[in-house]
């Protein structure tokens, strides 16, 4: 198999798991910088802290969780931790 055809089938079965996944990227809100959205309706997402919280990330829920991460890194993983439970 060449390369060019290796890449085709790799592109292919992405495409394919990613019909599955029930997480998408969606347009942020006023307040958050990124936003996922379940197909069942639920969400997550990471805003940014200002004043004496600049420099913090805030990850929130619609299940009403809300909690603060030291870098945006960390809210990142946590978003991540979030939208798998």
Excluded at 7 to 12: E, W
């Amino acid at each position: 198999m060449s390369v060019a055809a290796a890449k085709r089938q790799m592109r292919r079965a992405r495409w394919w798991a990613s019909l599955y996944d029930a997480w998408r990227t969606a347009p942020p809100k006023a307040d958050q910088i990124v936003r996922w959205e379940s197909i069942d309706g639920r969400w997550v997402s990471i805003g940014l802290g200002d004043g004496e919280r600049a420099g913090y990330g805030i990850v929130r829920s619609s299940s009403g969780a809300c909690e603060w991460v030291d870098s945006y890194e960390g809210a990142l993983a946590l978003a991540r931790q979030w939208r798998t439970l």
